[in-house]
């Protein structure tokens, strides 16, 4: 933990973090505040970082209720309110109190090792920050809840009765080829059904997103997310090689893979739908019958890895940090929301009775953890760390949960349950490398056309794209990016799980040897929270920062050499 021990009451602890007219005095105070010496400066940032966390918690709670349910009006409404009529404003201000920071002659006489990274970031954002771009920024969220908006009606009817698209993910496991077929084609055809209105969104954000970096100062929107995502350790080439290593270490395995399970099911060609499947014909894992049995096991999974995480993870069991089911209006995902005054987690996701659900249920609460460690951090800046490192903390708890996957499944389900999730890190790999390299090419030529979109998309899926055929579904496997989240809402937010996928399998290999020092090492890295660059960050927990195609086969060799030890 941190050792500063400086407090602040700034902020009043009723405040309606909602309304502008509560928060601009505050803001403005801090602007208009005396500076005298480094002391004072000190002071400010940690009054800043009080008043930064209101205003986030209380964006972070509407967008909560606005996810959990997206056909209620007044949460939307009031969600849409704040990014409308509050978040321009908070940017504007917040720009203003960066210039302050940043010019500041008492920034140099701050002690560099604590305040170093926060400054350095400050500088980057007052760098990038353009009036201009203010409603642009706006508009670009208002799409984006659009598209939520659009993912969250999707209803699907099969056989007589209507599923959410999670839900329907079930069928995906059937032992019955027909059905899985018919399952396949319905949910694909319902998303495609909108797939216009998806392209419509998309060019929009292409358009605005390209026009945000202009104003800017950068050549294109790649350039100008680099800086704002504070990518100070690594580079476009980087990604390229991660890119390479992909193509060159990850997909000859994941094709293999594809064969072999082709051969397994005696299927040729493989199809879209016989990817989830046992190749054994046994019916599909049911790792648990509702949310409630979830949290149980859950809870007594941690409770037998480590009196530690148990500990943080009984504390989200307050019937108000946990939102776990599937149901109509639902948005898609999960995801994990740090209430930032409240320094508590908040999960969201839409269990469907899936091991998919298990892995993805201890992945959020991996980032739970990481906002646990770190709450004692005085800067709210310093308890969100690099997503680079943030998803370390989600992807390892993922692996390190082996051991103890018998709080689910008997002892031949957890190596069925170790298979699959070995098989799918393999394939994710390729995936994100395709959908960054998507992303890439699409920002560096904005002034593409839907036709060139597309034919790029194709050339990308054939260099990274699975063993299979999509024969007569050519039209689905054209438009299949737009089921990636990620590409609409948080553009260039997608490699940052490669490159954590990468630093979680050097984790996952501390605990084959040391289980007791991996976890030690992983609580030891993420009370660090932000605090540290992201090097640093990889070091504290015993990784190396490399994502390259020498790094990625050393894993990759562990990971086939496990599932040569696992039966099919």
Same mark, same amino acid.
């Given at each position: 933990m941190t050792t500063t021990t400086t407090t602040t009451e700034f902020v009043p602890a009723d405040l309606d973090a909602r309304q502008w007219a509560n928060l601009e005095p505050l803001y403005q105070a801090l602007i208009d505040r005396e500076l005298k010496c480094s002391g004072c400066l000190e002071q400010l940032l940690l009054d800043r970082s009080e008043l930064d966390a209101s205003a986030s918690e209380a964006f972070g709670l509407l967008y909560i209720a606005m996810t959990c349910d997206t056909e209620d009006k007044a949460k939307k409404s009031a969600y849409l309110d704040f990014v409308e009529n509050v978040q321009p404003k908070l940017?504007?201000?917040?720009?203003?109190?960066?210039?302050?920071?940043?010019?500041?002659?008492?920034?140099?006489?701050?002690?560099?090792?604590?305040?170093?990274?926060?400054?350095?970031?400050?500088?980057?954002?007052?760098?990038?920050?353009? +009036?201009e771009n203010v409603p642009l920024q706006t508009e670009d969220a208002k799409l984006c809840q659009q598209y939520n908006e659009l993912c969250g009606a999707m209803?699907?009817? *099969?056989?007589?009765?209507?599923?959410?698209?999670?839900?329907?993910?079930?069928?995906?496991?059937?032992?019955?080829?027909?059905?899985?077929?018919?399952?396949?084609?319905?949910s694909t055809e319902r998303r495609y059904q909108d797939h216009e209105k998806f392209d419509d969104l998309f060019d929009q954000m292409v358009k605005l997103r390209h026009q945000i970096a202009l104003n800017a100062g950068f050549?294109? =929107?790649?350039? =100008?997310?680099?800086? +704002?995502?504070?990518?100070?350790? =690594?580079? /476009?080439?980087?990604?390229?090689?991660?890119?390479?290593?992909? %193509?060159?270490?990850?997909?000859?395995?994941?094709?293999?893979?594809?064969? +072999?399970?082709?051969?397994?099911?005696?299927?040729? /060609?493989l199809r879209p739908w016989d990817l989830s499947v046992d190749v054994q014909g046994r019916d599909p894992l049911r790792p648990f019958d509702g949310a409630d049995e979830l949290v149980e096991k859950t809870s007594r999974? *941690?409770?037998?890895?480590?009196?530690?995480?148990?500990?943080?993870?009984?504390?989200?069991?307050?019937?108000?940090s946990l939102d776990l089911d599937s149901r109509k209006g639902k948005a898609p995902g999960g995801y994990q929301e740090s209430l930032d005054r409240k320094r508590k987690p908040f999960i969201f996701m839409n269990a469907a009775?899936?091991?998919?659900?298990?892995?993805?249920?201890?992945?959020?609460?991996?980032?739970?953890?990481?906002?646990?460690?770190?709450?004692?951090?005085?800067?709210?800046?310093?308890?969100?760390?690099?997503?680079?490192?943030?998803?370390?903390?989600s992807m390892s708890m993922e692996l390190i949960a082996y051991p103890y996957l018998g709080e689910f499944y008997d002892e031949a389900e957890q190596a069925r349950a170790k298979r699959d999730h070995l098989e799918r890190i393999v394939g994710l790999l390729p995936w994100v490398?395709?959908?960054?390299?998507?992303?890439?090419?699409?920002?560096?030529?904005?002034?593409?056309?839907?036709?060139?979109?597309?034919?790029?998309?194709?050339?990308?899926?054939?260099?990274?794209?699975?063993?299979?055929?999509? +024969?007569?579904?050519?039209?689905?496997?054209?438009?299949?990016?737009h089921r990636q989240i990620h590409i609409f809402e948080v553009p260039f937010y997608y490699i940052e799980y490669g490159i954590a996928q990468l630093g979680a399998l050097q984790l996952w %290999? %501390?605990?084959?040897?040391?289980?007791?020092?991996?976890?030690e090492n992983y609580q030891k890295a993420l009370t660090l929270g932000g605090s540290k660059p992201l090097p640093e960050l990889f070091e504290t927990a015993g990784l190396t920062f490399g994502f390259g195609p020498s790094t990625m086969k050393s894993l990759m060799d562990e990971v086939e050499t496990k599932l040569a030890s696992l039966p099919a």
């Open positions: 940017k504007t201000i917040s720009f203003d109190l960066d210039k302050t920071i940043a010019s500041s002659p008492h920034r140099g006489d701050l002690d560099q090792d604590r305040y170093g990274v926060l400054l350095r970031g400050i500088e980057a954002d007052v760098s990038i920050f353009r +009036e209803m699907v009817t *099969f056989r007589g009765k209507e599923y959410t698209m999670p839900l329907m993910a079930k069928f995906a496991q059937d032992n019955d080829r027909a059905t899985r077929e018919e399952a396949w084609r319905a050549d294109n =929107y790649r350039e =100008y997310m680099f800086k +704002e995502k504070h990518r100070f350790d =690594y580079t /476009p080439s980087d990604c390229v090689a991660f890119h390479q290593g992909a %193509q060159e270490v990850c997909v000859p395995l994941m094709r293999k893979l594809d064969r +072999e399970r082709a051969k397994a099911l005696g299927v040729d /060609p999974l *941690f409770r037998a890895m480590h009196e530690d995480l148990s500990n943080l993870f009984e504390q989200m069991r307050d019937g108000e009775g899936l091991h998919h659900d298990v892995v993805t249920m201890v992945h959020e609460v991996g980032h739970a953890f990481h906002c646990q460690l770190s709450r004692d951090e005085p800067l709210v800046q310093y308890r969100h760390a690099p997503m680079e490192f943030c998803e370390v903390a490398a395709c959908v960054d390299a998507f992303q890439h090419w699409i920002y560096a030529n904005p002034e593409h056309s839907r036709e060139q979109r597309t034919a790029h998309w194709l050339e990308l899926r054939d260099r990274f794209g699975l063993d299979l055929s999509w +024969e007569g579904l050519e039209h689905y496997r054209e438009s299949a990016w %290999q %501390q605990s084959l040897e040391s289980e007791a020092g991996a976890i």
